[in-house]
């Protein structure tokens, strides 16, 4: 799994609770992702980071925030969940462009 | 927005047939693509990649084409087999920090 851990794995949560989602690494890549994946849609960038404490927003970041104070964690926060925030959840890591990515093996999350 | 896409939802294909996954791209801009397999309640796999400078790639059962004339990329997977059963997706770079997924095509084989 490239080095990569997500936790939880899973996680039943109430609506309006914070939840946080934890990504470690052990490859010291620059780039880390957080992507949700849903049925018919995909995986679906939430937000990225290219170093410590350098985050951007992904094409659905509305009511997600992330935290990285170090290389290898990448924390996904979701600071009121909704039940649209049902999902599984996907980490990744990359050296950039023209190499691939590698992907955590998920969290699955019920709001 | 910019979009990739694939044009078939399910694929079902007799073992040992060949298959072949087809996806869409918008962005005339984008010069790296990958495929990915998912297997159920796993992440993503790389399976191969290509670079926009060249035609076709293969790898061990797999070959990957593009036409950046029509803007499209398939993959190809000889002599299928029970294992190859998984969704499959697309991915496509164009010089940033982000990789844009499809939606995924589910591949079944069929004993």
């Known amino acids: 799994d490239a080095g990569i851990t997500q936790s939880p794995r899973h996680k039943v949560t109430e609506t309006g609770t914070p939840v946080t989602l934890r990504c470690h690494q052990t490859e010291n890549h620059r780039y880390m992702y957080w992507y949700r994946q849903d049925p018919g849609h995909g995986l679906r960038l939430i937000h990225y980071?290219?170093?410590?404490?350098?985050?951007d927003k992904g094409e659905v970041s509305d009511g997600y925030s992330v935290s990285r104070s170090k290389t290898e964690d990448f924390l996904l926060t979701l600071e009121s969940a909704t039940s649209s925030q049902t999902s599984v959840y996907f980490c990744?890591?990359?050296?950039?462009?023209?190499?691939?990515?590698?992907f955590g093996q998920g969290t699955r999350l019920t709001v | 927005g910019e979009s990739v896409g694939l044009h078939l939802p399910t694929l079902s294909v007799q073992e040992g047939d060949n298959s072949i996954i087809n996806c869409a791209y918008s962005n005339s801009a984008s010069d790296y693509f990958i495929w990915y397999k998912q297997e159920s309640g796993k992440g993503p796999q790389f399976i191969i990649d290509i670079r926009s400078n060249m035609d076709k790639r293969q790898g061990q059962r797999v070959t990957v084409l593009l036409n950046k004339t029509v803007k499209h990329l398939s993959l190809q997977i000889a002599a299928t087999q029970p294992g190859d059963s998984a969704v499959y997706f697309c991915a496509e770079n164009f010089g940033n920090e982000k990789l844009t997924f499809g939606t995924g095509t589910r591949l079944t084989i069929i004993p």
């Open positions: 990744a890591i990359w050296t950039g462009t023209n190499t691939e990515a590698f």
């Open positions: 980071s290219y170093g410590v404490k350098d985050t």
